[in-house]
């Protein structure tokens, strides 16, 4: 049995708008620094999603950067 990071994660809207509260990119990039500090900075990281019912991986191919129009809130 190992230690490994999970992003749980859960459906909860179908366009960004939609969503709510998220991270920032230097949000999300100081929490990896903290745990990879504290823990290891060879953990893997995995999404957790329904309640860890499926799982999945994140490669460098799964972060994108795109622009949309954008939506009214």
Known sequence: MGKYVFID?????????????TLTVGELAEM??????????DMKVYL?????YTYGGITEY??????VEEWED
Not at 62 to 67: F, G, M
């Open 62 to 67: 799964d972060v994108n950067v795109a622009e």
């Open 48 to 52: 957790r999603n329904d309640d860890g």
């Open 9 to 21: 994660t859960e459906r909860t809207g179908y366009e960004p708008c939609q969503v709510g509260e």
């Open 32 to 41: 990896f620094s903290l745990i990879a500090d504290r823990e290891s900075e």
